[in-house]
């Protein structure tokens, strides 16, 4: 089984930057598509972000394209989520998520999805 810890949220001003970071422990992930998530309050969850496990594609919601980057460095069993340009509309909890499945499965499973961590606060606001 694989375990998910996000860390990194926190506050910052609009137009600021942050970086999550979701560390994996039991498992290795090297062969798990990874994922990013967000849910605001009183809004569902929604898929920010996926990569495949070798890091050959990627995808995003079109609120952030342009403005995040996922990635992840598999010897470290890490996935990351670069943030900038970060609006008040960006605050949310963030969750990572991985699974063997496509990426572009992954918005549509998020019940069956392999492993959740515990989610981040990011607060946007001036």
């Known amino acids: 089984q694989v375990q998910l810890v996000e860390s990194g949220g926190g506050s910052v001003q609009p137009g600021g930057s942050l970086t999550l970071s979701c560390t994996a422990s039991?498992?290795?992930?090297?062969?798990?598509?990874a994922a990013w998530f967000r849910q605001a309050p009183g809004t569902e969850r929604d898929l920010v972000a996926a990569i495949t496990y070798s890091s050959s594609r990627t995808l995003y919601a079109d609120s952030v394209k342009g403005r995040f980057t996922i990635s992840r460095d598999n010897a470290k069993s890490t996935i990351y989520l670069q943030m900038n340009k970060l609006a008040p509309e960006d605050t949310a909890v963030y969750y990572c998520?991985?699974?063997?499945?496509?990426?572009?499965?992954?918005?549509?499973?998020?019940?069956?999805?392999?492993?959740w961590g515990q989610g981040t606060l990011v607060t946007v606001s001036s």
């Open positions: 998520a991985v699974d063997r499945s496509a990426i572009a499965t992954m918005a549509n499973r998020q019940g069956t999805l392999d492993a």
């Open positions: 039991g498992d290795s992930i090297n062969t798990y598509a």
